[in-house]
């Protein structure tokens, strides 16, 4: 697992690419990304969702905000693999996505851009915003009709989520230059072994 200063945004959406900090779960290879509250913080600030440098010691010392984000990221995982596999959400899940949307509404502000459109927004300097913006986009793409655009990548201890946006729909793999191109590659290794296998 890359750290969270690698890490790319693959998924085409702030709460995917959230999703996607943690890889292979339930695997003996699985990663994880998000190991400190400083680490959520530097996730946040590379995806713009908080301001660079603001965060203050006050609020990085309060690692309670680390186990929130990762409970409502492990949330977020659950329904999306529902979506991608056609399964209804847990009674349960549900209710603990609209807690915690309700939660964040709360807390946040009403903004007007200068083109006069309206939007919520939270204190960017607070750590806790990364969850509030994560949680309430999650809300709004799970909210969209069709999802055949949301996919799950099928590489080996990967499971990371995105949208698709090829013109054909056929976007199979999180990136070609990762996961794409591991497949290809034991491609390769099985075919001259099975060749093999026909000529004797």
């Known amino acids: 697992m890359q750290s969270v200063a690698e ?36 996730w946040g600030e590379r995806r713009g969702v908080i301001a660079p440098s603001v965060i203050t010691d006050s609020v990085i010392a309060g690692d309670d905000e680390l186990p929130a984000a990762l409970q409502a990221r492990e949330l977020l995982y659950r329904l999306f693999l529902d979506q991608t596999q056609g399964r209804r959400a847990a ?39 990364v969850r509030y913006v994560v949680v309430t986009s999650a809300l709004a793409l799970l909210s969209q009709s069709p999802s055949a655009r949301l996919k799950q990548c099928p590489g080996d201890d990967c499971g990371w989520f995105f949208i698709d946006t090829t013109k054909r729909g056929n976007r199979r793999w999180c990136s070609m230059s990762e996961c794409g191109q591991e497949a290809k590659t ?3 290794r099985v075919r001259p072994a099975s060749h093999e296998v026909d000529a004797r």
């Open 91 to 129: 009674a349960e899940d549900l209710a603990t996505l609209e807690r915690l949307v309700s939660g964040a509404y709360q807390v946040a502000h009403l903004d007007q851009a200068a083109d006069g459109r309206f939007s919520w927004g939270w204190d960017r300097a607070q750590l806790s915003t």
């Open 7 to 42: 890490i790319p945004f693959i998924a085409g959406h702030v709460a995917l690419d959230f999703v996607n900090t943690a890889e292979g779960r339930g695997h003996a290879d699985s990663g994880e990304a998000l190991h400190t509250a400083d680490d959520l913080r530097q």
């Open 186 to 188: 034991a491609r390769r």
